[in-house]
């Protein structure tokens, strides 16, 4: 039996001084096993305690750089490296679907922006009852080019029938021919019942389009806007939409003719809805996504790491 003050020495020798156990035990005299027991002794007397770092958390990190750098709640998706385009989509997905389920309840108005990312949010979604709860379409979806690619009323329904909420429909199109025409709509009773209900939503969840990449979001692929419209947003310097409301990187977008047509809530609108939850993956959208966040749509942000950290890398350049 060795006393405390010998495990003390072999621990320091071997755990400290960084010597092999056979060298421990030429020093004391003793065996190998000999040496392995006074070791567990030292542990088991806890003259010995052994802790252990989590290594650094890239995804930690990057929350902590987008959270200062625009004041946002930053939640990061993990995926592997060689996660494809859908797989990480499927990530993001997945934790903005458990998020909203936590916020969502009894009493609250959800608004939703229609798209592909939000189709997979919903699909998402597990049942979960609430009363008096309301889910509203926050931009109109019709397209007169290509009216077979509407989703919104799957979508919008999923969304609802997950929640045990009514459902509230936006009867327009995504975007006006005519600027005239949407200011006369505007006055009807019916959009005017959805304006006020989207514009005092509790929450809203929408994602951040994009019209370059392997994922174009159906504003662009859909048949919404014509091929001079398209022209237009590039000679505008345009990156990508919010809720079919047309951005620049720098944030702005007042002067962008075409918003004067979109259906989508204003960026300023769409600031005054308490929580604002913007979902997105792939690299596509990372011009968008400084664009959503120099606005000030968002405040909680959900998006894949390899994402996160290439919209750090063109924020800070590193």
């Known amino acids: 039996m060795h006393d405390a003050a010998d495990l003390h020495h072999a621990a320091e020798l071997y755990y400290v001084q960084g010597m092999t156990m056979e060298a421990v035990a030429d020093r004391f005299g003793v065996s190998r096993p000999t040496v392995s027991r006074m070791l567990?002794?030292?542990?088991?007397?806890?003259?010995?305690?052994?802790?252990?770092?989590?290594?650094?958390?890239?995804?930690?990190?990057?929350?902590?750089?987008?959270?200062?750098?625009?004041?946002?709640?930053?939640?990061?998706?993990?995926?592997?490296?060689?996660?494809?385009?859908?797989?990480?989509?499927?990530?993001?997905?997945?934790?903005?679907?458990?998020?909203?389920?936590?916020?969502?309840?009894?009493?609250?108005?959800?608004?939703?922006?229609?798209?592909?990312?939000?189709?997979?949010?919903?699909?998402?979604?597990?049942?979960?009852?609430?009363?008096?709860?309301?889910?509203?379409?926050?931009?109109?979806?019709?397209?007169?080019?290509?009216?077979?690619?509407?989703?919104?009323?799957?979508?919008?329904?999923?969304?609802?029938?997950?929640?045990?909420?009514?459902?509230?429909?936006f009867p327009a199109p995504a975007f006006f021919d005519d600027e005239r025409t949407r200011t006369l709509m505007w006055r009807e009773s019916t959009v005017r019942r959805v304006l006020e209900v989207r514009n005092g939503a509790d929450l809203a969840v929408f994602s951040v389009g994009a019209f370059r990449g392997p994922m174009i979001s159906q504003v662009y692929s859909g048949g919404y806007l014509a091929e001079d419209a398209v022209r237009e947003l590039v000679a505008h310097r345009v990156v990508g939409d919010v809720c079919t409301v047309f951005l620049r990187e720098d944030g702005t977008y007042a002067d962008i003719g075409l918003n004067r047509r979109a259906t989508g809530p204003t960026p300023l609108e769409l600031r005054r809805i308490p929580r604002r939850l913007c979902v997105v993956a792939g690299d596509h959208k990372v011009p968008g996504v400084l664009g959503a966040l120099r606005a000030g749509v968002v405040t909680d942000l959900v998006i894949d790491e390899r994402t996160a950290e290439a919209v750090v890398r063109r924020l800070f350049g590193s």
Do not use: C
Not at 96 to 109: E, I, Q, S, V
Not at 143 to 157: G, H, K
């Open 40 to 169: 567990q002794a030292a542990r088991d007397r806890g003259i010995v305690r052994i802790s252990l770092s989590a290594p650094p958390d890239a995804g930690q990190d990057l929350a902590r750089r987008l959270r200062e750098a625009f004041g946002v709640v930053v939640h990061v998706a993990g995926t592997p490296r060689a996660a494809t385009e859908p797989q990480r989509l499927d990530s993001v997905a997945r934790a903005a679907a458990a998020l909203l389920a936590d916020w969502f309840g009894d009493g609250m108005t959800l608004a939703v922006a229609w798209g592909t990312t939000a189709s997979a949010v919903a699909a998402q979604l597990h049942p979960k009852a609430t009363r008096n709860a309301l889910v509203v379409q926050m931009n109109g979806a019709v397209s007169a080019r290509s009216p077979e690619t509407v989703q919104s009323p799957a979508l919008l329904s999923q969304m609802a029938t997950a929640f045990g909420a009514s459902l509230l429909p």
